[in-house]
């Protein structure tokens, strides 16, 4: 596939800089992570920008978008807000969103509070753990990572985290073509941020079913990976899913597979996108 040639923009914003960056032409796709930034993205961004425009950005606090204040904490509403000036620079007419894992979050409460700059939203695997059962236990063990954070340090609170949330740590592969992906020192700033800033007000967030089940409001999908298993967000996904009294749509693979960097194969995950996106509204 052609690499794509991505023009960044600039926009300030109440306590930040924002960075985002466009490719294509066509109706107007935003590809949204947290704490995942444009870089994770573009791969999938290819299959969409032949006929789309798609748009990427870095929240605030990462990658190219830096914070007055690098502790404020990454409020779900203040990061919708973003989206929807970054969106507003780049369309007047409703856009498609993507969200992924803190980034559906994100989608959420941009469906929410701004539902005239939306079309489609799809939130897949937002990290919700207020929809679910055992919530109290959840935010237990959230506030235990980020108390270990502070205690005993990144690794130690990255391992926590990895096992609440469900994910298996890979084995190293002697064979491998090529070795597994490190962490740079970014990813590593990034993942700290995350875990001190990002993970309660994240995981914890309401949104707005209200807002969200209004006829007003812009066609919805909650989605989730279909080898994802019993891990936390496939969980949050369906959780919210049944309040909002939608089926829960399966995408290839589990939480990011199409970052491949990771391994991933953005192929199967943006055909699938590509469906979800061209359904009718009534569907």
Known sequence: MTTLTWTSHQLAAPGATLHYET??????????????GAADFRDLAEHFATDHTVV???????GA??????????DPERLADDLAAVL???TSEPADVFGSSGGAVTALAFAARHPHQARTVVAHEPPLVEALPDAADLRTGIDDIVRTLHEH????AFGAFMALA????????PTADRPMHEPSAEDMRAGYRMLAHGLVPICT???????????TAPRLVVGAGEESGTMLARRCAEALAAQLVIPTTLFPGDHAPWVTSMGGDPAPFAARLREVLDEPATA
């Open 23 to 36: 490719a294509g032409s066509g109706p107007v796709l935003a590809l949204v992570g947290h704490p995942m």
């Open 56 to 62: 990427l950005t870095d929240p605030r606090g990462f």
């Open 65 to 74: 978008s830096p914070l007055e204040n690098d502790q404020d904490d990454a």
């Open 88 to 90: 507003g620079a780049v």
């Open 153 to 156: 340090g990144p690794e130690a």
């Open 166 to 173: 469900g994910f298996e740590a890979p084995e190293p592969d």
């Open 205 to 215: 967030y309401h949104p707005d079913l209200t807002a969200l089940a209004a006829s």
